[in-house]
């Protein structure tokens, strides 16, 4: 199956609402665990048993594993293998971004069967042109994954790069939608090239109508946006949204009951 004919399924039987797994130092204190390995891998796991099967998708925050070196590393190897087992598509949140000839081992790395990073799908940085991400793109299609470009990121920081006006009068994002415009057309039910666009950024001031490929709305909740917002947002495009959330569902463990019932409580939102 495509990424697309597989996240469709997922939306269909689970909603479009994607949680994250950002275990924070912060939340592992709050979740009473240890700020080492052995507390990462007990909050990892917990967030799996309460996610795994109940939502479409899952964003495990690569920066939080990676943090801990090699072992927490191994957790996030174990956090991927355990969802995707559960049925649940998992998109690793690793932003990744290269000279073509690097990217070539980031595809192997995320979006290759056989490695154990490779989720369903993962981000992907285009700022070193979007050209650069081919590999990438390429090893994704061909195993039926899936990536989703940075175009218009949830941080105030972002607009100065992302809202640049290029020589042709198209914003830098305008073009990164472009992109995966091309990429995604002719295909059903949805293209495998995504977009992240911040639920907090107020408005796209970008033309999604030809994407033909799924959104990631990070900021839903901790950052601040509301479903409210998701709809004033996105209008006709809400369809193709996965509003993500972490802090506002993670701040409810570590009981597991709890946490299902938080993620239910957003669902319902949505
Ligand atoms: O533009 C972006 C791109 C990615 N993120 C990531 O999403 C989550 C948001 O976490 P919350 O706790 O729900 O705020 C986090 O992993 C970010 O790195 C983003 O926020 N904005």
Redesign the pocket.
């Known amino acids: 199956m495509t990424f697309g004919e597989r996240l469709t399924k997922a939306v269909n039987a689970h909603g479009p609402l994607c949680v994250?797994i950002?275990p924070h130092p912060g939340l592992l204190d709050a979740w009473g665990l240890p700020q080492d390995a052995a507390g990462l891998e007990r909050f990892a796991l917990t967030c799996v048993e309460a996610f795994g099967g109940r939502v479409s998708v899952v964003?495990p925050?690569s920066?939080f594993f990676e943090a801990r070196g090699s072992r927490g590393v191994a957790v996030l190897e174990r956090v991927i293998a355990e969802l995707r087992d559960s049925g649940t598509l998992v998109l690793v949140?690793a932003?990744r971004g290269d000279i073509g000839s690097t990217m070539a081992a980031y595809a192997a790395a995320y979006c290759t069967d056989g490695s154990p990073l490779a989720g369903d799908a993962v981000?992907l940085s285009p700022y070193l042109g979007f050209g650069s991400l081919d590999p990438a793109l390429d090893a994704a299609r061909a195993s039926g994954r899936g990536v989703f470009v940075?175009a218009?990121?949830?941080?105030p920081e972002?607009a100065s790069v992302q809202r640049t006006v290029g020589p042709d009068g198209r914003t830098v994002a305008q073009s990164i939608v472009d992109f995966a415009a091309d990429r995604n057309s002719g295909i059903s039910p949805v293209g495998d090239v995504g977009l992240?666009v911040?639920a907090t950024i107020g408005e796209t001031g970008v033309d999604l109508t030809k994407l033909n490929g799924p959104v990631?709305a990070?900021?839903?909740?901790?950052?601040g946006a509301t479903a409210a917002d998701l709809k004033t947002l996105f209008g006709e495009e809400l369809r193709h949204v996965l509003p993500?959330?972490?802090?506002?569902v993670?701040k409810h463990g570590p009981d597991v009951s709890s946490l299902v019932s938080a993620v239910e409580r957003v669902q319902n939102s949505l």
Do not use: I, M
């Open positions: 994250g950002d964003k925050q920066a949140d932003k981000t940075l218009l990121t949830s941080n972002g992240v911040g990631l990070p900021g839903f909740g901790a950052q993500t959330s972490s802090r506002d993670l």
